[in-house]
């Protein structure tokens, strides 16, 4: 019989999703599993409490919550080397890399899910000692996740970022950053709207933003938004909505397995690692091939 441990996120998610959960739990305790649900109240509860199923021989985490609880929950199974899975069960304001992975957001399709157990390796990304599964990003619009109020995000899901980005597009169109990239694969200095360093292809509810990247290739995926003129930045922004941004002459596009990012002037850049605030510059990147384990479809 399978130990399941439960995270949940109760303040993360959309109006609805907590009906839902419940209703997971019922069926998981019909079918006799035995599982224990701890709910996270601050920061690294949930990294604290995987680590802690680790060490209590649990064979399966099932985290319920947004991209920062499953990067918490990411961190604790790669610094344990375990091959126990973690099964995401999508109940955040976006869920990019459970997006990625097409993972189902109704409690009957998950516990199908959880009952198959076919699980996968994936890639993360090791961040100046951090760890990231979905993105590290910097620059426009990467602040919106820890900025949109918590309210806002509960009734509006994902929309809420979409009207903070247009509440802040004045100002974003205008903004830039000096940055130097080295890289084996890219060395440049350029001015830039943004970056993202990519696992998956989804990025703040976009499921187009990184069209070719895939968590278990061994690499990232590199997009550096150069600073374009602004009667170019509607076509650009247009492009990216169709994931046709990559063949722009303002983007800066690579894959890569390790690069440094370094900021070249006196301004101030928040860092955003899975939608949480990150460390400083300079930043360091690797990729760990294979380092976690995620219950998936096959």
């Known amino acids: 019989m399978k130990k399941l441990k439960i995270i949940q996120n109760p303040s993360s998610g959309r109006v609805g999703f907590e009906d839902e959960f419940n209703e997971l739990c019922r069926i998981l305790l019909n079918k006799s599993y035995l599982m224990h649900l701890f709910k996270t109240q601050k920061k690294d509860d949930a990294y604290y409490e995987a680590k802690l199923a680790v060490n209590e021989g649990y064979d399966m985490i099932i985290v319920s919550g947004g991209d920062g609880t499953v990067n918490e929950v990411a961190k604790a199974l790669y610094e ?131 069209p070719i990247a895939e968590i278990q290739d061994g690499y990232f995926d590199c997009i550096f938004l150069k600073k374009a003129p602004i009667m170019m930045q509607a076509d650009l922004f247009m492009k990216i909505l169709m994931g046709k941004h990559l063949e722009s002459k303002y983007v800066d596009f690579f894959r890569s397995k390790h690069l440094k990012i370094e900021l070249m002037d006196n301004q101030k850049l928040d860092l955003d690692i899975d939608g949480e605030i990150g460390g400083d510059f300079p930043i360091d990147i690797e990729v760990v091939p294979a380092a976690i384990y995620v219950i998936a479809e096959e």
């Open 80 to 210: 344990t080397r375990t091959d126990i899975p973690m099964a995401i069960f999508r109940t955040g304001t976006v869920n990019d890399f459970a997006t990625h992975l097409k993972l189902p957001n109704t409690a009957e399709a998950f516990v199908r899910l959880v009952e198959a157990h076919h699980k996968i390796p994936v890639d993360i990304g090791v961040i100046n000692g951090d760890v990231f599964i979905n993105i590290a990003a910097a620059g426009i619009f990467t602040s919106i996740a820890h900025e949109t109020k918590k309210e806002v995000k509960k009734y509006l899901g994902r929309s809420a970022y979409y009207l903070e980005a247009m509440m802040n597009l004045p100002k974003s169109l205008t903004q830039s950053y000096r940055l130097k990239v080295t890289s084996e694969e890219f060395n440049h200095e350029d001015d830039y709207h943004l970056f993202l360093i990519t696992n998956s292809s989804s990025v703040g509810g976009f499921d187009k933003m990184s």
